[in-house]
């Protein structure tokens, strides 16, 4: 099941996904002890971070855990990290445990051995149930690319059951195409976002249009395209993004 919605401004699309994620915790606690909150890198989720850890004063941060759905293979304190978004929009403002916090180690020597531990991390952190995150958030660049999985990975034939946990790697180091300034990169695999009960993809901006587009018309060519929950996916778009701008 997939939703799109779009929003008048960029402040209403975060405010609007802020929301939305905050109920499905909400939700998913009441049933559960704990949640996997896998989140995304680049800028366009930066503003939902903020509102998230502001907004929602009432949300149990000692039983979520967060994730990453990639990692630029920087150290930690880069400010191209994606931890370091994560860490100044939205962690230094929770009362998240330290213990509850799952950076990709990109302190790990090399991009391949940062995707083996963090590959055996999340293993065993799922290993008893039958999904990998609650929720994963996603951006998507204007070539169709989404966490660090780019145009030319397609999902293996093996990918994700929905009846489990799937079989086969859920994190591998990968290169990004030579137009990216930062190419070694390590990201979850197209098995373990698509093992999320639910994913968001936050868009914004008209240079987004034509790759928004092509996923939502399930182009085989945009690895965004690829992209399919357990549950629900949900578009937070603005006008740009969505091809509606006056
Ligand atoms: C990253 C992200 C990447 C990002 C898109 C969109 O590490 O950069 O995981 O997939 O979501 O490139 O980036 P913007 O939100 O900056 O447009």
């Not at 952190?125 to 660049?141: E, K, N, P, Q, S």
Request: glycine letters at 6%.
């Amino acid at each position: 099941m997939s939703d799109v919605h779009v929003f008048p401004t960029f402040d209403a699309l975060s405010r609007s996904a802020s929301q939305h994620i905050a109920a499905h915790i909400q939700t998913v606690l009441r049933e559960n002890d704990t949640y996997a909150l896998a989140l995304a890198g680049g800028s366009t989720p930066e503003r939902t971070y903020e509102l998230l850890a502001s907004g929602f004063p009432s949300i149990a941060w000692e039983r979520v855990h967060i994730f990453w759905g990639d990692e630029r293979f920087v150290p930690s304190s880069s400010a191209r990290s994606n931890e370091r978004m994560a860490r100044r929009t939205l962690l230094s403002k929770i009362d998240v445990p330290f213990a509850n916090v799952h950076p990709i180690p990109t302190d790990a020597g090399s991009p391949s051995a940062a995707a083996d531990r963090y590959n055996d991390h999340l293993r065993t952190v799922f290993a008893d149930r039958d999904h990998t995150f609650d929720l994963t958030i996603l951006g998507i660049g204007d070539d169709g690319h989404t966490a660090s999985l780019f145009p030319g990975t397609r999902p293996d034939a093996t990918d994700a059951d929905k009846t489990g946990l799937p079989d086969g790697r859920l994190v591998r180091a990968v290169e990004a195409p030579a137009i990216y300034d930062i190419r070694d990169r390590i990201t979850c695999t197209y098995r373990a976002l698509n093992a999320s009960t639910e994913v968001v993809f936050l868009a914004s901006g008209a240079d987004k249009q034509q790759a928004v587009a092509r996923a939502r018309a399930g182009d085989p060519d945009v690895p965004a395209a690829h992209i399919s929950p357990r549950h629900r996916l949900t578009w937070f778009l603005d006008p740009g993004a969505a091809g509606e701008e006056a």
